[in-house]
């Protein structure tokens, strides 16, 4: 027996149906529409599931994107602390390191050479910071790799940068893109909410200062991601009065490549491990996350083409459903990745572009390699069998891992002040 999409639509709850025709007619879903759909169950549920593929298809077609890169959190000391990050030190605690610049310049070449052509750099906020470092690594950077995209620096580090140099936030960011930053992530965005950041994350930027480098990010040219770690205090209308905020941002600037829900890993979080708030969630439920991902498809048409999911915190497998719920983009091959996986995600630090190639055809899509800013560099029709760069690595741990760093004395924190 066949099932037709209209006699489900039939069956289906009046209002969801409504809201799920307009987004199938291209209309705008609102705040109050998109918080319907989180409600929804049963036959409801997997209609948004149905509509969000649809609006997927007519967007990036049968194609699933990704990027060959590598993460480089080049400290893991920091001057904040947010009851989320199990991935940040105090400058006094011995796991306290820091990557000298000539080892960050190192990791680059070495991604380049194995095929990379993006590297994502973010870091702890360590004390007494020199104004200039983010610049200098990225001049160092662009000095031996000059082709490769530096995709680095949330906007948190760049109101820190801003703020040691003693500059203004526009005048940072014109440093950094002479200096060589091609992108910014657009992390450090938690839920855009500042009653729920000061719970969370006290002392971090603010919502009105995210908003503020973000836009000035677009408005000299360089563009950013957009991000929301869900599943831990926040209320589902937090979650959607988020996307509606970076649905207005993009609306008036275009700036953003890409939207990426990160579900929150809890186990070592210290907010969660320690029980410091009451009714704090162990992240998001299978049902929610492939929620989220299908509302922030159905939102965000017209405005956001790109929808990413992010493999590290939901795995494989569960990677390969969220492309059918609305996600067109793998991410990245990351070679190394120590936020979540300090976090405690079991889901590892490198996934190889053949891997990734792999899971796409499984599930009936083309997969292509594209930049960062979702340039087509390579469709896969077929697997040729050939393997290069990365491909041939067959010892993921000669990266090193996070547990290792910490524990290499070379790179031990060493604090200015005592020097």
Not at 158 to 185: C, H, Q, W
Not at 210 to 219: F, L, P, R, S, T
Not at 233 to 239: I, K, N
């Amino acid at each position: 027996m066949t099932i037709n999409i209209d006699s489900l639509f039939r069956n289906a709850d009046p209002i969801i149906s409504g809201i799920l025709n307009n987004a199938l007619s291209e209309k705008e879903i609102s705040a109050r529409d998109g918080l319907e759909l989180y409600k929804t169950k049963g036959i409801d549920f997997h209609l948004v599931g149905l509509v969000a593929d649809e609006l997927r298809k007519r967007r990036a077609g049968n194609i699933v994107s990704y990027v060959v890169n590598r993460n480089i959190n080049f400290t893991n000391v920091c001057i904040k602390q947010c009851g989320f990050c199990a991935f940040s030190r105090d400058f006094r605690e011995e796991e306290g390191y820091f990557l000298p610049t000539e080892e960050i310049v190192r990791r680059v070449k070495e991604a380049h050479d194995l095929g990379a052509t993006e590297v994502c750099i973010q870091a702890g906020l360590p004390p007494d910071m020199e104004g200039d470092l983010y610049e200098k690594v990225c001049r160092e950077i662009k000095k031996e790799i000059p082709e490769i995209h530096i995709h680095g620096f949330s906007p948190e580090e760049i109101l820190y940068g801003a703020t040691r140099s003693n500059i203004t936030i526009e005048e940072f960011l014109k440093r950094m893109k002479e200096a060589g930053v091609d992108t910014l992530p657009g992390t450090s965005a938690e839920i855009l909410d500042q009653k729920l950041r000061d719970k969370i994350s006290p002392g971090r930027i603010t919502v009105k200062q995210w908003e503020k480098v973000i836009k000035m990010a677009h408005k000299i040219g360089i563009n950013t991601t957009s991000t929301m770690m869900f599943g831990h205090l926040e209320t589902l209308e937090q979650r959607i009065n988020h996307i509606v905020k970076l649905r207005e941002i993009q609306k008036e600037t275009s700036g953003f490549t890409e939207f990426v829900p990160l579900n929150f890993v809890h186990s070592e979080a210290p907010m969660y491990k320690h029980q410091l708030h009451e009714g704090i969630q162990q992240g998001g439920s299978g049902n929610d996350v492939l929620l989220t991902h299908a509302i922030a498809r159905i939102m965000f048409n017209n405005t956001i083409d790109n929808i990413q999911m992010s493999w590290v915190k939901e795995g494989q497998k569960m990677s390969q459903l969220l492309l059918m719920w609305g996600a067109n983009d793998f991410g990245g091959t990351l070679i190394n990745e120590s936020i979540s996986t300090s976090a405690g995600s079991e889901h590892g630090q490198l996934l190889k572009p053949k891997e990734i190639r792999r899971m796409v055809r499984e599930i009936g899509r083309i997969p292509a390699e594209r930049n960062t800013q979702y340039k087509m560099l390579k469709k896969f029709e077929t697997e040729n069998g050939v393997e290069e760069g990365l491909d041939k690595i067959t010892n993921n741990s000669q990266f090193g891992s996070y547990k290792e760093l910490i524990k290499i004395n070379k790179f031990r924190y060493k604090n200015p002040r005592e020097e």
